[in-house]
């Protein structure tokens, strides 16, 4: 089953008359990148948590946010400050005076200008607050892990339906590789018959050039390649590992075979199924660049 390397998941956590909250968001990247940002009093939590975090995501940017507010339900108080309310009201009436309005800025006005009530800033021993913090990264990670399972889901059913697409090309391409010398033969001996010279070639020779021409243009080994890779293909499509990096290698293999393919072939037909082949490659390495 794929794992996207896109999601999101938040969760919080109680205790010690405050509250935690942990959002993680996740994208697409090369190699596995940790950012955590959170109060800097709480450093000494950091590499605790990314070793939490990398042993949930082995691949992709993921950036962490913490924050930490005090629980006003458990007593502490809220920060009042004072002398913004006393200018915002000041100013409210000298405004009111000047334009002339009866009207005057009254309590409810002035609590909601920002910073008049301000929650109070938590600085929390770091200690005290591991465990708080470990249940909201715990919580968020679930989150995110279900996110990415959906996203990969989805991944996965497109990756398989244009996976079927391109065994049937590779089918098609080999069953008209097999026709190839006969199409060879076929040309060569109406040029003969163009020529006026049916009789003055036997059919041994005939044989030898179309054997030479057929084996020029054989793409057996190249079909066997492809075969081998759609295997793997399909079968890392199915595992529960992270395997991102190794459908995007496969794919790149597919398509060196494919422009061999390609450069070979005398068949228009064949040409058709190589282009098409390639589009396919294509949609499926933009949708590989968001598998873990």
Request: charged residues 30%.
């Amino acid at each position: 089953m794929l794992k996207s390397m896109t999601g999101y998941g938040r969760g919080t956590g109680h205790g010690a008359g405050y509250t935690v909250g942990v959002e993680i968001r996740s994208v697409n990247h090369r190699f596995r990148e940790i950012a955590i940002r959170g109060p800097r009093e709480w450093l000494a939590l950091e590499d605790d948590l990314r070793r939490a975090v990398a042993r949930e995501i082995s691949r992709g940017r993921v950036d962490v946010y913490i924050s930490a507010l005090p629980d006003l339900t458990a007593g502490d108080p809220a920060i009042l400050d004072i002398a913004l309310a006393r200018a915002v009201k000041k100013a409210g009436d000298a405004l009111a005076a000047e334009l002339g309005f009866s009207d005057r800025i009254n309590l409810r006005d002035i609590l909601a200008i920002p910073g008049v009530v301000r929650p109070q800033e938590a600085a929390v021993d770091p200690e005290v607050a591991r465990p708080v913090v470990q249940r909201a990264l715990d919580a968020a990670l679930r989150m995110l892990a279900a996110a990415r399972r959906r996203e990969g889901e989805r991944l996965e059913e497109d990756a398989r339906r244009r996976f079927s697409h391109l065994s049937r090309l590779v089918e098609e391409i080999a069953l008209l590789a097999a026709e190839v010398p006969k199409e060879y033969r076929r040309r060569l001996e109406e040029k003969l018959q163009e020529w006026n010279l049916p009789g003055f070639v036997d059919a041994g020779r005939i044989a030898v050039e179309v054997a030479m021409l057929a084996d020029r243009a054989s793409v057996e080994e190249e079909i066997v390649r492809l075969s081998s890779h759609l295997g793997q293909f399909e079968a890392a499509l199915g595992s529960r590992e992270a395997v991102g990096r190794r459908l995007d290698f496969l794919l790149q293999e597919m398509f060196r075979e494919f422009n061999t393919i390609g450069a070979k072939a005398g068949s228009a037909e064949i040409a058709l199924r190589v282009v098409d082949a390639k589009t396919v490659l294509e949609q499926l390495r933009e949708q590989v660049q968001n598998v873990e």
